[in-house]
């Protein structure tokens, strides 16, 4: 019989008397799929099982046909209570559709049919979290293309067409392709004949020692939305080797948030209506400076963004961008350029702000900074514009936690597209 990380899932639900296991789920992003929402768990587990099949037996209609796989947390309980539970656990669950799934720092327990003890061996309740994180990833990452975990039947495109100036005819609608324009430029192409609307994904940062380049973050995403998507790689990157993250600020003789023009030709070539910057992290920062150079007709969705590289607490990344781009061996550009690394610079020297939802959240401890310093500048330019030079701001705030990279995480791709979708329409 396949173990439960082989076989395929529609749903989760917790039974846990702290976090630990709401940390998971946040961690591997099945937070959607958590049927559980609003259940609380005692410390007795064999109680809390009882309570757990009367909650899903009030959602039965809700998840009818539907696969769901039960995670018991168990650190640091007894043998026998673990026992208890799963003897219990055999004798009330439904076998075929409902499966049990114990994780203990215990052994000592064996299976059975309908229950699985997952020894995780730990020292701390954190490692044993990093570990039951571990086994869900494996989880996902055996379910099939199609599946409810994992939606998205998109293979990455084979097609590549490449073009030192761009014609109408590069441009293919319905098909999933590999634009380059002048080598370095390269986008990832999915436009869709039935949408008018333009979503224009940007690049978070990527370790340049497991990414090669082109990198296209969250390519697969076009399936999911109604709208044409194009995905930019940052042609920053290639400036040097060594580069994690580009912004999209250029070099000293090219400001690329600047370069717009094959974007605004497959917008003027086609009669796009819309367009709709969207990224996260470094992604988010070059969502930002993209719709504000952009002008009228674009505006921006951005989570976690960095604001001003210039105050950004991973100073390596930002001294080893700046002696890239502009050759200052500093954290600090000279005036003349900070608009190319602070969007609020940008505000003001193009004397427009786009409209922009700004998605924050409020575990990032490290980004708070970001934020306050975009909302009191926001409010600063804004009194000194006309108000038709300045778009609608909305901050989302939400709360999500990663046991290794901490409150630094972006929505869920569900949750994201849901945003997109909100804002877009």
């Known amino acids: ?82 026992k208890k539970a799963a003897d219990w656990a055999n004798d009330n669950i439904s076998r075929g559709l409902y499966h049990l799934v114990i994780f203990t720092n215990n052994a000592g327990v064996g299976n059975n049919l309908k229950v699985t003890v997952q020894h995780v061996p730990c020292a701390t309740e954190l490692e044993f979290a990093k570990k039951v994180s571990r086994h869900m990833e494996i989880l996902l990452s055996n379910q099939p293309k199609g599946s409810t975990l994992k939606p998205s039947k998109a293979a990455y495109p084979k097609r590549t067409v490449s073009t030192d100036d761009l014609k109408k005819s590069d441009i ?49 995403w076009a399936a999911d939305l109604p709208y044409s998507v194009i995905v930019l790689n940052d042609p920053t990157l290639y400036l040097s080797d060594t580069l994690n993250g580009g912004w999209f600020v250029g070099n000293n003789a090219e400001d690329y948030a600047q370069i717009q023009a094959d974007i605004r030709k497959i917008v003027d070539w086609f009669a796009l209506t819309d367009v709709n910057f969207f990224g996260a992290s470094a992604g988010g920062f070059s969502s930002i400076m993209l719709a504000t150079c952009y002008g009228k007709g ?91 030079q300045v778009g609608e701001l909305t901050i989302h705030t939400y709360a999500k936690w990663h046991l290794t990279k901490g409150g630094h995480v972006p929505l869920s791709r569900q949750d994201s597209i849901e945003q997109i979708i909100s804002f877009v329409d």
């Open 172 to 220: 293919k609608f319905d098909e999933n392709y590999i634009l380059n324009v002048n080598t370095n430029f390269q986008m990832f192409m999915s436009l869709k004949s039935k949408s008018r609307k333009l979503v224009v994904m940007g690049q978070d940062a990527i370790n340049r020692n497991n990414i090669d380049l082109p990198a296209f973050f969250r390519w697969s």
């Open 298 to 388: 674009a505006q921006a969705i951005v989570d976690i963004p960095q604001i001003d590289l210039q105050t950004y607490h991973a100073r390596n990344e930002v001294l080893n961008l700046f002696n890239a781009a502009f050759n200052i061996n500093d954290t600090v550009v000279p005036e003349d350029i900070r608009y190319r690394v602070d969007v609020t610079k940008r505000f003001e020297k193009y004397g427009f702000i786009p409209k922009i939802k700004y998605m924050h959240n409020v575990k990032d401890s490290s980004h708070i900074s970001q934020l306050n310093y975009f909302i009191n500048r926001w409010s600063e330019i804004t009194h000194t514009l006309d108000q038709n």
């Open 1 to 82: 019989m396949e173990g439960f990380k082989e076989q395929v899932w529609d749903v989760f639900a917790r039974v846990d008397s702290s976090d630990c296991l709401f940390k998971v789920f946040q961690t591997v992003n099945i937070e959607s799929f958590d049927i559980s929402k609003g259940f609380a768990a005692s410390t007795d587990i064999v109680q809390s099982l009882a309570k757990i099949s009367d909650f899903i037996a009030n959602k039965r209609f809700e998840i009818k046909g539907k696969r769901l796989l039960i995670l018991l947390n168990a650190y640091d309980c007894d043998i026998s209570e673990i």
